[in-house]
């Protein structure tokens, strides 16, 4: 190769070079534009859809995969829109469980504006409430009272119209050959509460026949804090044949849930008339296959909008109802379409 074809090609080679490097620095530069571009479109998104509300709420419950709570907080957070307030569910998503006392401190710490809270008569969660409510923080309780504290309103049901709705199926479903009579109660529901429900049922059923006061009416308390544990005791139940009950009332949705599945496992549907709690699909599924006679509903919508209506009211009044009673229904094979139908809506709407 020659000086000067030696030269001319070092030229093109730096010409190459040179270009390649000039093509390099505009991508990176167009990047540089086209990604700050893009960022400043995503803030810009974020501050759209960004909104400021005066209130905040905190919703705090022991079990939150229950659909009645889910219920109970979506109709809280639609009722809060109109207050310009908003309900956080604490604790949902944690990565782990937590006591419903470390959830109480956390909203406490947050000086939320509310607490809409599961009682308890557990004195560490009645101190709790006391130090929320001396904060300034309105705590209203929900299906179960701390009636030791100073809450100022509790939203729930009454146990004595409850016993009275439970006895009155009783009668509907009992027949010549019923004897036995089991009502599995809630073992976080305090004592008082159990005593009015059993008396309830006790009283409306021997109201309406005098016979009635010969039937074997007793009560069983079930560790509703543990599925387990409530599967465990229910199994025990079903399985002892010599006193297995003609009738079982449950009082909670879990106990519901193993109650059915129990008789279908060790094949004792149509011996044991089922009373269930609240409902969800497989509950409704049970009652259509009349595995359960029946199961009482409680509104959980209505439920979760007076909540937020009682903080709003205490906040504005200084002073609200010491109790807001909440509508029951009783579900049955002749309206259990009803709810399925609302149920599979709601499975189908994203």
Not at 147 to 175: A, C, H
Request: charged share 25%; with cysteine.
């Amino acid at each position: 190769m020659t000086m000067k074809s030696f030269n001319k090609h070092k030229k093109v080679l730096t010409l190459v070079i040179c270009w390649s490097m000039t093509i390099i620095i505009l991508l990176t530069i167009f990047s540089i534009f086209y990604f700050r571009e893009k960022l400043l479109s995503m803030d810009a998104s974020n501050i759209t859809n960004y909104k400021r509300y005066d209130k905040h709420y905190a919703l705090i419950t022991s079990n939150m995969d229950l659909p009645f709570w889910e219920s109970v907080y979506e109709e809280a957070k639609i009722e809060a829109e109109k207050y310009n307030a908003y309900v956080e569910y604490v604790g949902k998503n944690l990565s782990g469980n937590y006591d419903v006392k470390v959830l109480l401190r956390i909203a406490i710490d947050c000086a939320v504006d509310g607490i809409i809270i599961e009682g308890s008569e557990d004195t560490e969660v009645t101190a709790l409430i006391d130090e929320a409510v001396q904060k300034g923080i309105v705590v209203i309780t929900v299906l179960r009272d701390s009636p030791k504290s100073e809450r100022q309103s509790f939203v729930g049901i009454n146990n004595y119209n409850l016993g009275q709705t439970y006895g009155q199926q009783v009668l509907k479903i009992k027949d010549k050959d019923t004897k036995r009579i089991l009502v599995l109660m809630d073992s976080s529901s305090s004592d008082a509460n159990k005593n009015i429900i059993y008396s309830s049922i006790k009283q409306t059923i021997q109201k309406e026949d005098a016979k009635n006061k010969r039937l074997d009416i007793q009560t069983v308390t079930v560790d509703n804090e543990n599925t387990f544990a409530s599967e465990e005791a229910i199994r025990d139940i079903i399985m002892d044949t010599k006193n297995l009950p003609d009738i079982m009332i449950c009082l909670s949705s879990i106990d519901t849930r193993c109650a059915y599945q129990a008789v279908v496992d060790h094949n004792k549907v149509g011996l044991v008339d089922i009373l269930g709690y609240y409902y969800s699909q497989d509950i409704l599924s049970a009652v259509q296959k009349e595995i359960i006679h029946s199961t009482i509903s409680i509104d959980a919508k209505q439920m979760g909008a007076l909540c937020v209506q009682a903080i709003n009211e205490y906040t504005r009044a200084g002073r609200v109802s010491d109790y807001l009673p909440v509508d029951t229904q009783v579900i049955t094979l002749e309206n259990v379409s009803h709810y399925l139908k609302d149920e599979n809506e709601k499975m189908i709407t994203p």
